[in-house]
C-alpha cells in the first residue's frame, strides 16, 4: 500500500494542477492553482505514522508497503518501499533488518508451529490452521505478527526461536553499536468482547516466549507481538474513559470508543495529533477523517477542538489530556458513521483558522480532541480505528486547504478575506 500515492490521486481529481512541493515524514503538501488576487494555495494532508522514508542518500520516498517476491536463504517474500527490510517465508520464518541498506544487522525469528502453504496477499502472508490463524503484515514503520487463538484448543503459550547478528539487546530495545534502532512492542491480547488482557513475556535461550491467561476471554482472542522501527506514531492518538473514575487512558490500542459508553454511562474522547504540519494565511477547506471499525450503538453526539497550544505534545495521561487547552471554536458531529472506508468531519475552519491567528505552524504539531457531546443518559458511541489497527493505516487524517498570507501582511492578518 503506498498511502501518499492515494493522497496524491485524491488531490488530483480534484486540482488537476496540483504538484507536490513538500514532503515530510508524516506529511506531504501540493501547490495548487494561485487565488484570484495571486497569492498562493495549498493543500496539505498529514498522518498518523509515516508517509515517507529516507532512502540512501537521505532523500524522501514514498513508503509503499507492497511485498517483492524473494527466493533467497529460504525466504518467500521482502518488503520494497519501507526503511526496514523484512524477509518472511513460507514457514514462518522473518528477518527483520533495522536498516534496509545495512543487510549486516538483523533479528531473526522461527516460528513453533507447522508452517505451509501461506495465502499471500499484498502486505502480507497468512497461515489457517485448526486452532490458530497466523499473519505477517508488513506495515509502513513496523512489522507485524498477528496470532489469532479460535477456540480453547489453541496453544496459551508461545516460544519464538530468535537470534541477533550485529544488533544488541537491552530488554525489548535492539541497539546497534549501542544505539536503538528497533523495539519488541510489548505483546497486547484483546478478546472477541474487546477485553484487553495483559501477557507474560519472558526472553531465555535464544527464545522469546509469550504467555496469556485466558480464563473468562472470549474467543478468538487475538496476540500482537510487533517489531517497531519507531514508537512515536503510536503516542499520537488515543483516548480517555471517565469511567474508571477519570483515570482510564490509552494510546496504544487498535481503536476507541467516543460518545457515551455503557452503563455505568461514561464520557469517552479521543485525541488525534499530526506532526510536520506547515499552515499560514486564509483557511479554506478543513476537516479530518476517522475510520469507524464498527456500526454506531444508538446516535453518538461528538464535539472537535482544537488543542489551543504552540506546537502540543502527545498527552501520556488522562490528566494531562483534560489539563490541555482547547480552542473557542467547537465543531459539532453528530449520527454516527458508516463502517468501512474513512469518513471526513464537517469543516473545521474555524477551529484551525483561530489556531493560525494565534501560533506560527511551521513543520509542527496541531492536535485536536473529539468529545462526548450528549447527555449520560444511555450508550451512544461508536469504535474508531486507532494507529495501531492491523497495518498501521487507519489512524485519523487531516486535510487542509488554505491560501497562503499576502505580501505585508503580518501572519496573525493574513487570513483577512
Not at 6 to 32: D, N
Not at 47 to 55: A, E, R, S, W
Not at 112 to 137: C, F, M, Q, Y
Amino acid at each position: 500500500m503506498n498511502r501518499a500515492a492515494g493522497i496524491r490521486a485524491a488531490v488530483l481529481a480534484a486540482h488537476p494542477e496540483a504538484i507536490v512541493v513538500e514532503r515530510r515524514a508524516a506529511s506531504i503538501r501540493h501547490r495548487i492553482a494561485d487565488a484570484p488576487d495571486g497569492r498562493q494555495r495549498y493543500v496539505l494532508d498529514a498522518v498518523i505514522g509515516d508517509l515517507h522514508y529516507p532512502d540512501a542518500l537521505g532523500q524522501l520516498q514514498e513508503i509503499d508497503t507492497a511485498l517483492a517476491d524473494d527466493g533467497a536463504d529460504g525466504f518467500l517474500v521482502r518488503t520494497g518501499e519501507v526503511g526496514y527490510l523484512l524477509r518472511a517465508g513460507d514457514n514462518g520464518k522473518r528477518r527483520f533488518y533495522p536498516n534496509k541498506y545495512d543487510l549486516t544487522r538483523y533479528v531473526e525469528f522461527g516460528f513453533p508451529l507447522a508452517l505451509k502453504n501461506a495465502t499471500r496477499s499484498e502486505s502480507g502472508l497468512k497461515w489457517t490452521l485448526a486452532h490458530v490463524d497466523v499473519e505477517v503484515i508488513a506495515a509502513p514503520t513496523r512489522a507485524k505478527l498477528l496470532i489469532t487463538l479460535k477456540d480453547a484448543q489453541a496453544p496459551t503459550s508461545i516460544s519464538f526461536p530468535v537470534s541477533l547478528t550485529g544488533l544488541t539487546r537491552s530488554d525489548r530495545v535492539l541497539l546497534t553499536d549501542g544505539v536503538p534502532v528497533a523495539w519488541l512492542v510489548f505483546p497486547a491480547a484483546v478478546d472477541a468482547e474487546g477485553t484487553e488482557r495483559d501477557l507474560q513475556v519472558s526472553y531465555a535461550a535464544g527464545k522469546v516466549t509469550v504467555a496469556l491467561n485466558t480464563a473468562g476471554l472470549v474467543y478468538p482472542i487475538l496476540i500482537d507481538p510487533t517489531v517497531d522501527k519507531q514508537t512515536a506514531a503510536s503516542a499520537n492518538d488515543g483516548g480517555v474513559d471517565d469511567s474508571s473514575g477519570g483515570t482510564k487512558f490509552s494510546s496504544g490500542d487498535t481503536g476507541w470508543y467516543v460518545g457515551c459508553y455503557a452503563a455505568p454511562y461514561s464520557n469517552e474522547a479521543m485525541f488525534a495529533r499530526w506532526t510536520g504540519v506547515t499552515i499560514e494565511g486564509t483557511i479554506d477547506v478543513s476537516y479530518i477523517s476517522l475510520y469507524p471499525d464498527a456500526a454506531a450503538i444508538g446516535t453518538p453526539q461528538w464535539k472537535i477542538y482544537g488543542v489551543d497550544e504552540d506546537n502540543p505534545a502527545a498527552p501520556t495521561s488522562h490528566a494531562e489530556f483534560d489539563a490541555d487547552a482547547l480552542t473557542t471554536a467547537g465543531v459539532d458531529w453528530d449520527g454516527g458513521l458508516a463502517t468501512g472506508a474513512f469518513r471526513a468531519s464537517p469543516s473545521l475552519i474555524s477551529i484551525f483558522q483561530e489556531l493560525v491567528a494565534s501560533y506560527t505552524i511551521s513543520n509542527e504539531a496541531v492536535m485536536v480532541q473529539v468529545k462526548n457531546d450528549k447527555a449520560l443518559d444511555g450508550e451512544h458511541d461508536q469504535l474508531i480505528r486507532m494507529w495501531d489497527y492491523a497495518g498501521n493505516a487507519h489512524g485519523p487524517k487531516l486535510h487542509i486547504e488554505y491560501t497562503a498570507a499576502g505580501a505585508g501582511y503580518a501572519h496573525s492578518q493574513g487570513y483577512v478575506l
